[in-house]
């Protein structure tokens, strides 16, 4: 009998430690991320299909979300520095909008105070109209638009933004006073949506991605992109081939959480990266016209210290910052 319980026994050790060695090791637990806007805007998007990747490719056992808008996302990023230092399971997902943020806003939280992870894709902004709109093209807007600059409202994200400085550069390489601009910002993408809908904005301009829906069923009609090149499944010039040499673009990407160490840093890279890797990640890249344009760890940072120079410069322009 006592034979036989110990034969039990060893084929139960051996049957868990066949179980150990075939389930999956996850590289992060619950992931907790913050996105410094609201719901369904940018942020947002990035981080829950950025979540959904990280279960596909077994990087993470699940995720979390916090929305936390205001002061062009530093109010978010503010919370997350001071909440989870040394925490690997911890996400913010940042942008150049947030770049602006901190210019204008000069908090005393920036992103020198967490740790930067990984930059994942550029989404380049279109300009829209509603469908009843009289502008058939970028032609017709821009008559409008030199003949009586403020006759023409436009309509984007907050005071700042790559929305807001995007359609000012335009404007000046049109040969249009900057203060001349009729810009009118929101705080998130459905508040600006209902009112180019309701015809209260003359022109939406915004990332593709918070677009998507309605220029596909056909209630917004794209008159131009600011991508350096056509983009595929997007039935619109680049402002560069209608004559005018810019691009507007907002990158996004994540930081950490402070204090990890090389190890945790690495392991919390290396989980992204392989979210990157998933079909579902590679999917929504293909809908939301997302250009990956994946850059990690201290060259991330670097680049974000040349966006804060290229990003400030531009905002002096605008005339939000003074020189």
Known sequence: MFALL??????????????????????????????????????????????KALIEAKSAKSATFENKGGAGGTLGLAQFANSTKGDPNALLVVGAIMVTGIEQNKPQITLKDVTPIARLFTEYNVIAVRKESPYQTLDDLVKDFKANPPSVTFGGGSKGSIDHIGIADLASKMGIPVNKVNYLAFAGGGEVVAAALGGQIKVITGGYAELGQYIRNGQFRVLAIGAPERVEGIDAPTLKESGYDVIIGNWR???????????????VTDAVLAAADSKVWKDNVATNKWAPNILTGDEFGKFVDEEHVRLRAMLVEVGLVKP
Do not use: I
Request: aromatic residues 6%.
């Open 6 to 51: 110990r034969r039990s026994t060893r084929c139960l050790a051996v049957a868990l430690t066949a179980a150990a060695l075939t389930a999956p090791v996850f590289a992060l637990d619950t992931v907790k991320f913050m996105a410094p806007g609201s719901v369904g805007g940018g942020y947002d998007q990035t981080a829950r299909v950025l979540g």
């Open 253 to 267: 990407g994540v930081y950490g959480a402070a204090g990890l160490t090389p190890e945790q840093r690495k392991e």
